[in-house]
Each structure stands twice: as structure tokens, then as C-alpha cells.
């Protein structure tokens, strides 16, 4: 993700991005491994984790300072996102209903996408995907709004 996408979500969610003053997990070393197509996606979960992540803090103060109750890593894996938070059960179904919501939306853009790839996979839209991955279906609904296009 681009840097300034990053810095924002960390200046607008302060308790659920917070990173590991020492530097040794990997959220605090790597940032969001993902692209900026998941975004906003991130940023609507991260508007409903804020308020849960401040509860938790005043019910248990030392845990946060502990290192509990944020996110420890957000990354893309097998083509979907994956979101690392230690936290309360509301949290981790957040998070998770986040993850099952990257198997539609393409990483690079942030439109509809889907799974795609053979060895490495990836969640893309029709424009981001690799020529080969593309499906036949799609090919010919392309070619026919290009056509089209051209008939005006």
C-alpha cells in the first residue's frame, strides 16, 4: 500500500493500528502488505474496530500497553487479505468477515474482482488480471463492449 494510504489509516485509527514501539512484530516492520485497491474496504472495518479497540482499552488499560487489543499484521495470502489482531470475539469477527469480503474486490483497484491464478493467486478485476487468468466469459463480454464502443 502506498505510503500516504498507510500513514492515514494509522492518523485516523490510532488504537487499532498502533505499532510495536520496539519494531520486532511484523505490522510494525511491514505495514499493510496489501495494495491500495482494499483501502477502503480496510478503513469501513477500521471505522467499527476504533470504537471496540477504545472499549477494550478502558475495561483492561494493561493489556493494551501489553500489546493487546490491535491489529499485529495485515497482509494479502492466497489471494485474499488476512488481518492479524489480538482482541475481543467482536474483533476477530470483524476481521474475519473483512477477509471473506477480499475474495471480491480487486486489490490493485478496489473494484468488483475475483480469485484468480493457478500457482500464485490473487483477487483482481478484469483489467488487473493476467491475460491468462482471464476467463472465457469475460474475454467475449470485453470484445462486446469494445465493439460497442466503436458502433457507437
Known sequence: MRKEL???LVKDFPLTFQRDANGR???????FEVGDGWEPSIRKTAEKLEPLVKAAIEKDPEGYEG?????????????TGRWYVSGT???YALVEAWESETENICEECGQP???RGKMWYY??????TKPEDRDNLEIVE???EKKEKENG
Open 6 to 8: 498507510d500513514e492515514a
Open 25 to 31: 512484530e511484523p505490522w510494525s516492520m511491514f505495514g
Open 67 to 79: 500489546g493487546y487489543y490491535r491489529t499485529t499484521q495485515l497482509k494479502e495470502k492466497y489471494g
Open 89 to 91: 470475539d467482536e474483533m
Open 113 to 115: 474482482g475475483k480469485l
Open 123 to 128: 483477487t483482481r478485476c478484469y483489467k488487473h
Open 142 to 144: 470485453d470484445a462486446y
